[in-house]
């Protein structure tokens, strides 16, 4: 199985600040990589796909990036609607893995 | 529009069987895969498995002894059987689809299942 090891755990910043979340694969996924949001009680929503493509109506202050074993999802201009847990997801090969989680607070 | 909804029993005893429904609209089951995905509380996302739009099936191997996934296309249902319910079974259990590659756009809302005496 391929392990996705995400970081940080959590992370407190400002408002209008940039934040960087990471995430490793412990092999090459050729950018099968998405990343989700979740809200608290709510069902993740898809931000990220391919490893850098904007899914629909996704604000473009989020963007992706990464290649082969590390991937990073970043979020400019930090909003309060950000405020939620962000998962990362490989789809390059069964079973399908995800990240542990990075819990995002407003400073 | 596209739509899934997960329902079941809320409650579960150790030991015994789960079984979940996940009523799809706006989509044929013939045409998408649907893929059970879940989350105990405060923690992260585990993937179990997946109708095909074929109709074969995948598990993940850490579940396959206990989980069986099948569906009714002409009631646009696809359904989830886990025996041997233990209490780290207890979570949010979503259903969620995919098309050729497996990353999930629709989801639905969620059913919390406890697994309790």
């Known amino acids: 199985d391929i392990q996705m090891t995400q970081s940080p755990a959590s992370l407190s910043a400002s408002l209008g600040e940039t934040v960087t979340i990471e995430c490793r694969a412990s092999e090459d996924i050729y950018n099968g990589l998405a990343w989700y949001q979740q809200k608290p009680g709510k069902s993740p929503q898809l931000l990220i796909y391919n490893a850098n493509s904007l899914h629909t109506g996704v604000p473009s202050r989020f963007s992706g990036s990464g290649s082969g074993t590390q991937y990073s999802l970043k979020i400019n201009s930090l909003q309060s609607e950000d405020v939620a847990s962000y998962f990362c997801?490989?789809?390059?090969?069964?079973?399908?893995?995800f990240g542990s989680g990075t819990k995002l607070e407003i400073k | 529009q596209v739509q899934l909804k997960e329902s079941g029993p809320g409650l579960v005893q150790p030991s015994q069987t789960l079984s979940l429904t996940c009523t799809v609209s706006?989509?044929?089951?013939?045409?998408?895969?649907v893929h059970w995905v879940r989350q105990p509380p405060g923690k992260g996302l585990e993937w179990m498995g997946r109708?095909?739009?074929?109709?074969?099936?995948s598990y993940n191997s850490a579940l396959k002894s206990r989980l069986s996934i099948s569906r009714d296309t002409s009631k646009n249902q696809v359904f989830l059987k886990m025996n041997s319910l233990q209490t780290d079974d207890t979570g949010t259990y979503y259903c969620t689809r995919s098309a050729y590659y497996s990353r999930f756009a629709y989801w639905g809302q969620g059913t919390l299942v406890t697994v309790s005496s």
């Open positions: 109708m095909r739009y074929n109709g074969d099936t």
């Open positions: 997801q490989q789809y390059y090969n069964y079973p399908l893995t």
């Open positions: 706006g989509f044929s089951l013939t045409s998408y895969n």
